[in-house]
């Protein structure tokens, strides 16, 4: 398996620009999330799907982030309009509701720079 | 909601044995998270404990008090790869995992 695969893996866009970040989970984990890092913060979780439906999404920003699940195999967060304090490391994990207890599989992350 | 609380960092050298302290308050508890992250990578995951006790996988053992919502990582033989940040982590209600800011180790020759 590839493991959780992100793209792109890094981003610079300029203040106000859309930003669309890209995961897919490893095939038949049926929960995903979607985490952001910074040094301040730490690994804050955003928000996570079950069978695609998002679950609690409490942990969004704000209005300007969005997250779907269209089908088993893709999510996307997009950040619209994109502020340089939305920099950070993106980290999308999958994990089978059964065997969760073997921790999620987290994605390489995808680095955001906002300018 | 939950709390949990690492030391920010840590040194050692190389084959000491080093341990992580975590602490947490939680709602319920549905067992707690060990992680490793090297700069610039991604989590991966160490150990989980759900019990109390001690459980031990190679060089690395996690240990669990429920009682005093306490935790923690023993490394052993300690190797300059062990250089990384160390994640303690709980759920919250259901499947998501709240993690720690984590505890940075750095081992030195």
């Known amino acids: 398996d590839a493991g959780v695969i992100q793209s792109p893996r890094h981003e610079v866009t300029e203040m106000g620009q859309e930003v669309t970040l890209r995961c897919k989970p490893i095939?038949?984990?049926?929960?995903l999330f979607w985490y952001r890092q910074t040094m301040m913060r730490g690994l804050e979780l955003l928000i996570y799907?079950?069978?695609?439906?998002?679950?609690?999404d409490s942990g969004m920003p704000e209005d300007r982030f969005s997250a779907k699940m269209p089908n088993a195999s893709f999510s996307t967060l997009k950040i619209q309009p994109s502020e340089p304090r939305d920099s950070a490391v993106y980290f999308c994990?999958?994990?089978?509701?059964?065997?969760?207890?073997?921790?999620?599989?987290f994605g390489s992350g995808t680095r955001l720079t906002v300018v | 909601g939950q709390n949990i609380d690492q030391p920010t960092e840590m040194t050692a050298t190389e084959g000491a044995i080093v341990q992580i302290n975590c602490t947490y308050q939680?709602?319920?508890?549905?067992?707690l998270f060990w992680y490793q992250q090297h700069a610039g990578e991604a989590p991966t995951f160490l150990s989980y404990?759900?019990?109390?006790g001690l459980e031990e996988k190679g060089r690395f053992s996690s240990f669990l008090s429920r009682s005093k919502g306490y935790s923690y990582l023993l490394l052993k033989e300690l190797q300059m790869k062990d250089s990384a940040s160390y994640l303690c982590?709980?759920?919250?209600?259901?499947?998501?995992?709240?993690f720690g800011k984590g505890t940075t180790l750095s081992v030195s020759s």
């Open positions: 404990n759900v019990l109390d």
């Open positions: 939680t709602s319920g508890f549905n067992g």
């Open positions: 994990a999958s994990t089978t509701g059964q065997g969760w207890r073997d921790g999620y599989t």
């Open positions: 982590a709980v759920p919250q209600a259901g499947t998501a995992l709240i």
């Open positions: 799907f079950n069978n695609n439906v998002p679950i609690d």
């Open positions: 095939s038949g984990h049926d929960y």
